[in-house]
């Protein structure tokens, strides 16, 4: 019951800090926004039963990516940016293109059956270390990293000030 | 951990799905653009783990985990080309940047 609970206020505290991201006029609002989604993000991971998920989630999206968001904001200093600008000529039409993938995407959620399966589930580190390292995953974890290495260099060449 | 919760999880997987969705569309900042894109992907993550958990296998995890790396990845890129930009225009708006449109 106690579970139920929190995640309907963890859900609702997502839900309208989301909006929050779209809706704020400063991108400084949108990105503490966007941190209040994060955070509660993790916990429902946590409720989901992945503790090591909630970690990572809180770690390396509210800790480092939203820290490198907060840090370029700052750097480029957008408060003299016009925020949300004049309003876009097709919000009518952002509108209907997301009502319709929530009916389409709604619908086949809704038509679907969704059996939770009685087998224990184990969500904890060691039973997620024991899957990312086996057989199946482990060339795709070799290749992240060098996606990171990529990523890195790429930051770098880009951000960098040509004379 | 109910049918009804995971359904309910899905749920919000999807709402804040579209609402990043019109995020990126609708507004002009390119930084609050990234911010959105941010949202989507931890929309689909959201997706993953409840799956993961309607399946009682990790597999979900491991695919978020994944996908965490790449937004990770792409966050450092994206800011850097962000920055690009801003000292080749002077602007942050994302109609300046429409070169490529055709």
């Known amino acids: 019951m106690a579970e139920t609970i929190l995640f309907y206020a963890l859900a609702i505290t997502a839900f309208s800090a989301a909006f929050a991201v779209v809706l704020q006029k400063s991108a400084l609002g949108s990105a503490f926004a966007l941190i209040v989604v994060l955070c509660s993000l993790s916990a429902i991971y946590g409720l989901l039963g992945s503790p090591i998920l909630a970690t990572l989630q809180i770690v390396i999206y509210a800790g480092a990516v939203m820290v490198l968001f907060l840090f370029v904001i700052m750097l480029l200093d957008v408060r003299r940016e016009k925020g949300g600008g004049g309003p876009r000529s097709f919000v009518p039409l952002a509108l209907l293109f997301a009502g319709l993938l929530v009916l389409q995407v709604g619908a086949v959620l809704v038509g679907s059956e969704l059996v939770p399966q009685s087998a224990p589930f184990d969500g904890s580190a060691k039973a997620f270390a024991r899957r990312l390292f086996s057989q199946d995953y482990v060339y795709v974890f070799e290749a992240t990293s060098v996606l990171i290495v990529a990523a890195l260099a790429g930051a770098l060449a880009l951000a960098r000030r040509r004379r | ?102």
């Open chain 2, 1 to 102: 951990m109910s049918e009804t919760l995971l359904r309910h999880a899905l749920a919000l997987s999807l709402a804040l799905f579209a609402v990043g969705a019109v995020g990126v569309l609708l507004r002009r900042n390119v930084i609050t653009v990234l911010m959105c894109i941010e949202l989507m992907l931890n929309a689909a993550n959201l997706a993953l783990v409840a799956f993961s958990r309607s399946w009682a296998a990790v597999d979900g995890h491991v695919m978020a985990l994944f996908v965490l790396t790449v937004a990770a990845s792409e966050a450092a890129v994206g800011l850097a080309i962000v920055i690009a930009l801003q000292r080749a225009r002077d602007t942050l708006d994302v109609d300046a940047f429409d070169e490529l449109r055709g």
